[in-house]
């Protein structure tokens, strides 16, 4: 078997297993989703966003944006469950991306997927998967994965931006690779139209390109 086979079928088994993450947290998160407004920040944001008002500092705005675009579609009844449903889906794509993070750093430290033996495949797998199933169901992740809190969209990004870092990390020395640092950096600045907890990342980032 040659060396493209072997990468396509990692990268197949990869995918599919990412894929498996995300199902299994975005079905938890929508059959433990809140039906209405929860009684506290969230509230405000549904209320907020659906008539594009001015949330309490530091505001949200791209957050506000983007509900409004999903809850302008939808029955007066369920606007509320449609932007709790908005923390459900990124949510879901945080859990794929902690597995693909996962999986990659297991790479750094053990070498590439289609050099290990089966074991090592397995340990692989097995332990993005046991990452991404566990922290689906940690007290924090879940409980801002199942309303309109800014700190679900927020760990999207979080994740997303770690994510492209490792991958331009991966990928430094092809040509065009500078072309992911600019997606970061643009990444970045729609996180923070979401929450600062973003720029926690930045260090990350900034250690990741400097070494």
Do not use: C
């Amino acid at each position: 078997m040659n060396l493209s086979s072997i990468l396509a079928e990692h990268r197949l088994r990869n995918r599919f297993f990412a894929i498996i993450s995300f199902l299994y947290a975005f079905v938890i998160y929508s059959l433990s989703v809140a039906p209405t407004t929860s009684f506290w920040d969230p509230a405000e944001y549904i209320a907020t966003s659906h008539t594009l008002q001015i949330a309490h500092p530091p505001g949200s705005p791209f957050f506000a944006i983007f509900a409004r675009v999903v809850s302008m579609f939808v029955p007066t009844d369920y606007v509320a469950l449609s932007v709790n449903m908005i923390s459900v889906t990124v949510s879901a794509f945080t859990i794929m991306l902690l597995y693909l993070i996962v999986v990659h750093l297991i790479e750094e430290w053990r070498g590439s997927a289609e050099n290990m033996d089966l074991s090592d495949q397995i340990g692989l797998y097995g332990g993005g998967l046991f990452a991404a199933f566990t922290f689906t169901v940690t007290h924090t992740q879940w409980f801002n994965a199942v309303e309109a809190e800014m700190y679900a969209s927020s760990m999207f990004f979080t994740a997303l931006v770690v994510w492209m870092a490792l991958k331009w990390s991966a990928n430094h020395d092809q040509p065009y690779s500078e072309r992911w640092l600019i997606l970061i950096a643009y990444m970045f600045g729609i996180g923070i139209g979401v929450h600062l907890l973003n720029l926690l990342a930045l260090f990350f980032v900034a250690l990741i390109i400097y070494f």
